[in-house]
T-cell receptor
């Protein structure tokens, strides 16, 4: 059974560009969350989606947006990229909204480098 | 504002000895705590958790202790094995409110054979 899959694994973008990161949750999982991990720090919460609705948003600017599709996969979009957006972007899936904390499974992440 | 803190960025332990990783938190609303292990080029892997109604939870070689009055938790690994070498993240959540996890900055554990 496949785990959480993220694509692409690595990405290099130029300042000002736009990027789309993708996540496929574990089959049957309806909740997807996105985290940003910059070097030397722990992951920071960006968004949570459950049943295609936004259920939580972290302290990130409006340049960050996300959505969840009917098959529960998710996209994270970042507009007007800044050098400081360079980070590992992690997707986590869980069975349902309330189980997020106890049964969150993370993907391997997408390493975004902004130059 | 870092609500979950891991003040030791690194820890080295001899194989077979005990590893103790520490974590402090500031938000008294946190009621669930987790430890994740992360290898390079992989996402964090859930290790063990504890609810605020308990002060200890044990799973094999891993035990987590929670001291609510001190807002402190620790992860004990006994005996430590070389395969335990990884970055360990402490995370906390307020399950009655926001459903997201707050992570510490991580502690890199190196188990020396």
């Amino acid at each position: 059974d496949a785990g959480v899959t993220q694509s692409p694994t690595h990405l290099i973008k130029t300042r000002g560009q736009h990027v789309t990161l993708r996540c496929s949750p574990i089959s049957g999982h309806k909740s997807v969350s996105w985290y940003q991990q910059v070097l030397g720090q722990g992951p920071q919460f960006i968004f949570q989606y459950y049943e295609k609705e936004e259920r939580g948003r972290g302290n990130f600017p409006d340049r960050f947006s996300a959505r969840q599709f009917p098959n529960y996969s998710s996209e994270l979009n970042v507009n007007a990229l800044l050098l400081g957006d360079s980070a590992l972007y992690l997707c986590a899936s869980s069975l349902n909204n309330r189980a997020m904390n106890t049964e969150a499974f993370f993907g391997q992440g997408t390493r975004l480098t902004v130059v | 504002d870092q609500q979950v803190k891991q003040n030791s960025p690194s820890l080295s332990v001899q194989e077979g000895r005990i590893s103790i990783l520490n974590c402090d938190y500031t938000n008294s609303m946190f009621d669930y705590f987790l430890w994740y292990k992360k290898y390079p080029a992989e996402g964090p892997t859930f290790l063990i958790s504890i609810s605020s109604i308990k002060d200890k939870n044990e799973d094999g070689r891993f035990t987590v202790f929670l001291n609510k009055s001190a807002k402190h938790l620790s992860l004990h690994i006994v005996p430590s094995q070389p395969g335990d070498s990884a970055v360990y993240f402490c995370a906390a959540s307020d399950r009655t409110g926001a459903n997201n996890l707050f992570f510490g900055t991580g502690t890199r554990l190196t188990v020396i054979p």
